[in-house]
């Protein structure tokens, strides 16, 4: 049997108060959508090994989850799909349900008789609402493991940090705790009698998200089978030359493991565990590890310990203040939401990059700063440019709605993790990107070509 050992507690914290039942462990599944190497899951089997009852994961589909699109739904069903079966063949009962989370999860719990329940970490706000009704509602107690972060996030940190600088040592002081490989999940020997089983994501995806607002991405395969495949291929074949490819679009030289991180369907500290003894040089392995472990979850600080992240009340002070005094500035051209979503603005660089990303649900990390940037000096003001890029690239992106784009949006308009820069025209002190500096670093006229909508 695992050893207890391998579980660090500190990954976990409880909810509420109420009495520990006899009956089955609900994991409330969410974040993290994946059977293997995923410590939420992990911890529930211990619970339920121990008290000797079934384990169950209960995953729950909000049709009215804000800015979701049938691209990111259809995303979600494959993949969750795969992961049903691989819990299915452990024993392990999985249940879609749907409606409102706390109240479809008390449902749930009342039904079976649920001894516990457990969830993972998410630091977004509408999560943590959702958990804090949960923890109200439900009859037992409610546990919540941080699955996805390498430090637990609370662990890190607790406050908002100014940036990586201040991040990195508390992270780099911890990481020999929690970098560890994962215990495998075992078959569970205690059956779990509900009616239970695998689902169509066909038919749910038609009935939850019938219109094809926004197109599934093509020449992408959701699921655990596929990002744990494209991490592989990943380490083996370009993880040595990231050092120097990654900020090169024209170039195949990023992981494009952000859509499986963000659905949980590869777990970060897999892939971090996986780099950490890659056959690569120190500069390429440290550069991956400092974007996938320190700066992914400075987002997650980001996110836990501001409440207004998506907002520009979440700027610094001096970010506000310049961005107010230059609020009048002239701009170059005022572009309509409309007008940016179809890639119809006067910058040829920009259109390429938001073409590129409406018809393959992605973009390429360096462009997406240069794209965010240029959103500030089109718009009336940091607010009405905040809005924009997320709207942007919540509606297109297949890992939007995430802390990442979050801290990423609140970078690009707003200064946040930076410092103030020599103050000019519109940005004021806040770090701008121009089309010049690209054509530094890649060849913006091949990246044009590729993608331009034109």
């Known amino acids: 049997m695992r050893g207890r050992a391998e579980l660090n507690p500190k990954r976990l914290r409880a909810l509420n108060r109420a009495p520990r039942g006899g009956g089955p462990v609900i994991y409330w599944m969410s974040r993290d959508q994946r059977a293997e190497d995923n410590w939420a899951l992990l911890f529930a089997q211990e619970m339920a090994l121990d008290a000797k009852v079934p384990l169950a994961v209960a995953f729950i589909l909000d049709a009215s989850f804000p800015k979701a699109t049938r691209r990111s739904f259809g995303f979600l069903l494959r993949g969750l799909a795969e992961t049903a079966s691989a819990l299915e063949r452990k024993g392990i009962g999985f249940h879609l349900l749907e409606g409102k989370p706390p109240e479809a999860l008390d449902a749930f719990a009342r039904k079976v008789g649920a ?65 560890t490989d994962f215990p495998p999940l075992l078959p569970h020997p205690f059956a779990w009698e509900e009616t239970h089983g695998t689902f169509d994501p066909e038919e749910v995806l038609l009935r939850t998200a019938p219109a094809p607002d926004v197109a599934e991405a093509p020449g992408i395969r959701p699921g655990p089978a596929a990002g744990r495949k494209l991490l592989g291929e990943f380490l083996e074949n370009r993880l040595e030359g990231y050092a120097l490819d990654r900020n090169d679009p024209n170039r195949d030289g990023v992981s494009g493991l952000s859509p499986y991180l963000h659905f949980g369907q590869v777990a970060p500290q897999r892939a971090a565990w996986e780099a950490s003894r890659a056959a690569a040089g120190e500069e390429s392995r440290k550069a991956f590890l400092e974007e996938l472990v320190v700066r992914r979850e400075l987002s997650d600080n980001f996110c836990l310990y501001n409440p207004r992240y ?27 939401l409309s007008r940016m979503e179809n890639a119809e603005t006067g910058d040829p660089l920009w259109n390429a990059a938001q073409a590129q990303l409406v018809s393959t649900g992605k973009m390429h990390g360096y462009l997406r700063m240069y794209w965010g940037k240029r959103i500030l000096a089109w718009s009336r003001s940091a607010g009405e440019a905040l809005e924009a890029l997320l709207a942007l690239n919540d509606r297109y992106e297949l890992d939007g709605r995430d802390p990442n784009g979050y801290a990423g949006a609140a970078w690009c308009i707003g200064g946040v993790h930076d410092r103030p820069w020599p103050e000019r025209p519109v940005f004021g002190k806040i770090r701008t990107m121009t089309a010049s500096g690209c054509r530094r670093k890649f060849d913006t006229e091949a990246f044009i070509r590729r993608f331009s909508p034109s």
Do not use: M
Request: glycine share 4%; with cysteine.
């Open 115 to 179: 001894g516990a329940v457990l969830s993972d970490f998410d630091p977004l706000r509408l999560k943590r609402e959702w958990k804090e009704e949960a923890a109200r509602l439900l009859p037992c107690p409610l546990f919540e493991v941080d699955a996805h972060n390498i430090v637990p996030c609370w662990a890190a940190s607790e406050k908002a940090e100014y940036g990586a600088y201040t991040l990195r040592p508390r992270i780099t002081r911890l990481l020999s705790l929690f970098l």
């Open 310 to 336: 998506d907002s520009v009340e979440g700027f610094p002070a001096w970010a506000r203040q310049t961005l107010g005094k230059h609020e009048t500035d002239p701009r170059e051209a005022l572009y309509t």
